[in-house]
């Protein structure tokens, strides 16, 4: 079962990148995403960036950017690639095929940002180490790191429970961009409150026990990570997949 996973795991790499071949392909789109993420946030706001609660919530984007980029593809860009009969044809279980296209797709969207966060890490201390190595602090490393994993998966979760049922990639990538914006409004919305009460708001924010809420959060995410699985292994079927193919 596990080797079958990293199978289709590695399948789905080598068509990612193969799609992602040139500028044009979203090196570029990557490229920016690192840039702005991993060096122009960081130097605009110096080392306090490294301990900020606002750190946590930009990181908490990025996965989740990353993953509905490619996520969509999943299975409706099988469909309209008319390969996905010979996908469900093949030896692989049903458990290997979606557990190995989630796989990959949460791993594509974590790595990136792992590797955002070392470019960032390195900025900071070229910008204000001083000769000192500049790190997060413990408890906002561990919740970048742990979070942006629960919400690649959220991401992949989402995206392929979409995938399953839309008839195209155009679809399924429209409807995942309205999911974005639903989760992510607060933060949209936040810079567009009056003075007062954005004041107010981060009063209440400030005396909140962020470790509790933090621990709270994370499990709750987990929960829905969890619940989406289940639902996406539910709602996969094989043949039913056979016959929805045009």
């Not at 989402?158 to 961009?177: E, K, M």
């Amino acid at each position: 079962m596990i080797t079958d996973i990293l199978t289709m795991m590695w399948k789905e790499a080598r068509e990612l990148f193969a799609q992602r071949t040139g500028l044009r392909g979203g090196w570029i789109g990557l490229l920016v995403l690192i840039a702005v993420f991993g060096v122009l946030m960081p130097l605009q706001s110096g080392a306090e960036w490294l301990s900020a609660p606002t750190t946590i919530l930009l990181w908490a984007w990025v996965p989740f950017i990353l993953v509905n980029s490619v996520v969509a593809d999943s299975f409706a860009g099988e469909r309209e690639r008319h390969t996905l009969e010979t996908l469900l044809a093949s030896r692989l279980s049903d458990r290997a095929i979606l557990f190995g296209k989630i796989g990959a797709a949460i791993v594509y969207g974590w790595g990136i940002t792992l590797i955002g966060l070392l470019v960032a890490l390195v900025t900071i201390n070229i910008a204000h180490g001083e000769g000192e190595l500049l790190l997060f602090p413990l408890q906002i490393g561990v919740t970048i790191v742990s979070l942006s994993f629960l919400i690649a998966w959220l991401a992949a979760g989402l995206g392929i429970l979409v995938s399953l049922r839309a008839a195209s990639v155009r679809q399924a990538q429209q409807t995942l961009s309205l999911a974005f914006l639903f989760l992510f409004i607060p933060l949209f919305l936040l810079p567009l409150l009056p003075d007062s009460l954005r004041d107010e708001v981060s009063r209440l924010v400030s005396g909140l026990d962020f470790q509790v809420l933090g621990i709270a959060f994370i499990a709750s995410l987990l929960t829905v990570d969890l619940v989406l699985l289940a639902a996406a292994m539910k709602l996969f079927n094989r043949a039913r997949l056979i016959l929805s193919q045009p």
